[in-house]
């Protein structure tokens, strides 16, 4: 067997028998579907619930999308103005890590009063919560200049522009991935946090509301088909992450080089 | 202890360095360089040579104009150059604002320093895009290849070369902009010696063909013999020339003047030198040898 068939063949063994003993055990132990429904009745209901779990489903992804749009257009921006100046990032930093270090279930009923539209109130609390790592990531790479090709571009008299774009932000590509990657993970926590406080309140129709809903009404195998989704959700961005970092790093960086057969 | 020494050997040419007084110590207070007062001549091939630490790189990034002296002057083409004058050279504010950017000046690394997000091409032709020079530049840069022989490697990537090769591409990048002045800081010192030799040689070929002014340094008092018309043996702590040797030997060298006996002599005698200034500097330990 080849190390790539590998690869793929060993994790899907490992989640094929725990969804058997999963079945197998619920439905040994007549354990009732209200507490620990089968997969099979999960599966069932994700069908079922289609319509409602996938409208819901593409609320969630548009939040978290959004979030990490903004999050990418404005980390990238606030790195690129901190690394124009030491003292710009010493009189900044602190407050870019206030916004990470501040749980976003405690600031976001104050958003969700101060931001009218609902939808922009959850993308403004997802943003917040995945835009430090674009941040802290894109400022350390944006430093990272080789010394040695720092002192060569000085040696050609290139202007800070050119050392930006021909230096800086090349040789930054690998730790905004890094920082990406986190990311993208995480606008898809702020927005199912976001929405569970929003949830509360009455709005918003997304996932995580699905989840609070089939919570309180005892509806176990749609909270489970919610959260499978979610789950899903996740994987997914960080597959589109990496394969986005891989096209553009395989060429020369490290990370991205074909391990050794 | 502060000795000034000035040299004036090769007086045929044109002065290309002139430095007076040059001396650097770092913030720390660690003196790098006494004073040093030296003149490197229109086709010179003119080698720093001393132990680790004696300050021979910090010499050559200052006549780069990378870092500045913190007394005295460095100057390029002193004389045909009045906007350059040795007092504006030493200016630590130009230094620092990078302004230090001379035309006809080429650097080669110690490391290839090459960009790994970019092909062999794109990092040859560096220099030019950054000047914003589009005239010629694709003669430009298949002239610069075809000098190192890359030709055929244009588009690889610097991972996929051997270190001699990328070697050969930092030589490239530094001859695209056709200098008058290339500066090699220890450029082969990570090379086997069998890809050193070679790239001496090719080295040598290159600085005879293309009329080229060379500083080099190296602590290899092998290649200083093989490459130079003139060899500055530095004394470490802090760095000082503390004697020069020309050796007049024909260029091109080949392989057979490495096996000579004059080459053999030539070594002697530099290692000798290198010695007795080790002995007379302030600290002695290399004499234990």
Not at chain 1, 120 to 127: E, G, I
Not at chain 2, 22 to 34: E, F, H, I, M, Q
């Amino acid at each position: 067997m080849t190390r790539r068939a590998t690869r793929w063949l060993a994790p899907a063994a490992v989640g094929a028998g725990v969804l058997l003993s999963w079945q197998g055990l619920v439905t040994a132990f007549d354990v009732p579907f209200y507490l620990v429904p089968a997969p099979s009745l999960v599966a069932k209901t994700l069908v079922q619930d289609a319509p409602l779990l996938f409208s819901a489903l593409l609320v969630t992804l548009q939040i978290t999308a959004l979030a990490l749009l903004l999050s990418v257009v404005f980390g990238v921006a606030v790195a690129l103005v901190f690394v124009q100046s030491r003292v710009i990032e010493m009189s900044l930093f602190p407050y870019a890590v206030l916004l990470q270090v501040t749980p976003i279930v405690a600031i976001a009923p104050l958003i969700i009063i101060w931001v009218k539209n609902p939808l922009a109130a959850l993308v403004v609390c997802a943003t917040i919560v995945a835009i430090f790592p674009i941040i802290s990531n894109t400022t350390l790479g944006l430093r990272s200049v080789d010394p040695g090709l720092a002192d060569l571009f000085r040696l050609y008299g290139a202007g800070r522009w050119q050392t930006l774009l021909r230096l800086r932000i090349p040789s930054a590509l690998p730790y905004f991935f890094a920082g990406l990657r986190v990311s993208g993970g995480l606008a898809l926590i702020g927005a199912v946090v976001a929405e569970f406080v929003a949830g509360t309140g009455g709005t918003s129709s997304g996932l995580a509301y699905q989840i609070l809903q089939a919570g309180l009404q005892l509806n176990i195998p749609r909270l489970f088909a919610a959260l499978l989704l979610i789950t899903l959700t996740g994987v997914a961005i960080f597959a589109l992450v990496s394969i986005a970092a891989h096209l553009v790093l395989r060429r020369w960086h490290e990370s991205e080089l074909a391990p050794e057969p | 202890m502060t000795r000034e020494l000035s040299y004036r050997l090769s007086q045929s040419g044109r002065c290309v360095v002139e430095m007076r007084g040059a001396s650097k110590t770092y913030p720390n207070g660690v003196r790098a360089l006494d004073p040093i007062s030296l003149q490197v001549r229109e086709g010179d091939f003119a080698t720093l040579l001393g132990p680790s630490g004696c300050g021979k790189s910090t010499l050559l990034r200052m006549t780069g104009g990378l870092t500045s002296p913190t007394a005295g002057s460095v100057a390029l083409w002193p004389e045909s150059n009045a906007s350059e004058q040795p007092a504006q050279r030493s200016d630590v504010t130009r230094a620092a604002r990078g302004d230090g950017h001379s035309p006809g000046l080429a650097f080669v690394f110690q490391h290839p320093t090459l960009m790994p997000w970019a092909s062999v091409e794109r990092n040859v032709r560096l220099p030019l895009d950054v000047s914003g020079d589009e005239h010629g530049v694709a003669a430009k840069l298949d002239a610069a290849l075809n000098l190192v022989a890359l030709h055929d490697f244009a588009r690889v990537y610097p991972r996929e070369l051997s270190g001699g090769m990328q070697m050969r591409v930092s030589i490239a990048r530094a001859l695209v902009t056709e200098p008058r002045l290339l500066l090699m800081d220890e450029p082969f010192g990570a090379l086997d010696e069998i890809t050193r030799n070679r790239l001496d040689r090719e080295i040598s070929e290159l600085w005879a063909k293309r009329a080229l002014t060379v500083m080099f340094v190296t602590h290899s008092i092998y290649e200083a013999v093989f490459l130079s018309t003139r060899v500055l043996v530095m004394s470490a702590r802090p760095g000082r020339i503390a004697a020069e040797l020309e050796i007049a030997e024909p260029h091109p060298r080949t392989d057979a003047f490495r096996t000579s006996e004059r080459f053999a002599r030539l070594c002697q005698r530099l290692s000798a030198m290198l010695v007795e200034a080790s002995e007379d500097s302030v600290d002695a330990r290399v004499r234990s040898r």
